[in-house]
């Protein structure tokens, strides 16, 4: 199914709206012979994956990436079409199901609780080299590396084909749980031609805050868009990050021009790769702008700061334009958050906003000063049993 969009709205990845989703009756269809296929149990993260390719997230994907398409994504950043796509959506599997299955199958997609939620027409089954998967998509083979451990972790085979999603498979989670289609309609009815998409998986502080309405004086709205699935130990639980904006945004910002919803997906920490991935999800969403700021999708030191936006310029337009920032800190002599551009002050008026430090003083209890961190997020994160991930 393709979804007709307006002339005033961007197009979407690839020009189509994928929507993979079949109706009531369709699904009861095919739910009645589900028993007799081979079957597949997706985990959460696969199922974020299920969910975004069959609500358009992930156009101009039609399902789980076949092998051309996965070898094209790992070594040259596109699709096998040369659309651009950096990252692989990919569905593992053991060996035992692999030798049950080949092109032509048709197999049933089960989710973490076994409940039936979709089928998939398989059209590649095949193996992949795990080293050089690593080094490509992430600059390392590096076990500490959490992409690593994520390929790592993977069954030996993949599979690949398009898949159908049935129409009450997908879960909801809350208001600001949106699909693409709904927020292109939600910035058509607010009238916003230009939006610019925020990526997240942090609790706000005012550097953030600083880089959001920065880019807002040149748009008409401002998307915040946390990323709410699996982390690392020690990152940000989603409740702390949506809280702490919910409270940012009604105390400090023009309603009418911020919209938050989610994005459901494993973090990756595949740096500058799922920077770009991260800009082409928002513009599935109806973003024009993205804003790239420092390590994007980092983690350690595996990538450089601003690694990300080198890649934007190496690989040309994408159809989305992102906006590139540097330092933010608070400066004691200009009195309020600033950047490296603007301020002529050195380093010892500095106060930066490390995420870190801030993290210690929030798991200490501790309120982080009010230059980089508003007292009402911080009141609002320091209410909740529990801010960070636990191993």
Known sequence: MIIKLSCKMIQPHGNELIDRQVSSERSAEFKDGFEDLITVTLDQNLLFDFANIARGVYSPLRGFMSRNDFLKVVNDLTLESGTAWP?????DIE???ADQMGPGDRIGLRGPDSTPVGIMNVDSVYRY?????CQNLFGTTDEEHPGVRTIQSKEPFLIGGPIKAFSDALPRNGSHDLTPRETRVLFKNLGWDTVVGFQTRNVPHRAHEYLQKSALEHVDGLLIQPKIGEKKSGDYRNNAILEGYESLIQNYYPTESVALSIFKSRMWYAGPR?????SIVRKNYGCTHFIIGRDHAGVGNYYGDFEAQELFDAMGN???EPLYYHYAFYCRKCDGIVSEKICPHSSDQHLEPSGTKLRDML?????PPPELMRPEV?????TLDEIFVEE
Request: no cysteine.
């Open 363 to 367: 798991s200490d209890n501790e309120s």
């Open 274 to 278: 799922e920077a770009v991935f991260d």
């Open 318 to 320: 994408i159809g989305i």
């Open 378 to 382: 911080t009141e609002t994160v320091l």
């Open 87 to 91: 990252l692989p959506i990919i569905l």
């Open 129 to 133: 080299n795990e080293e050089e998967t």
């Open 95 to 97: 060996t035992d199901l």
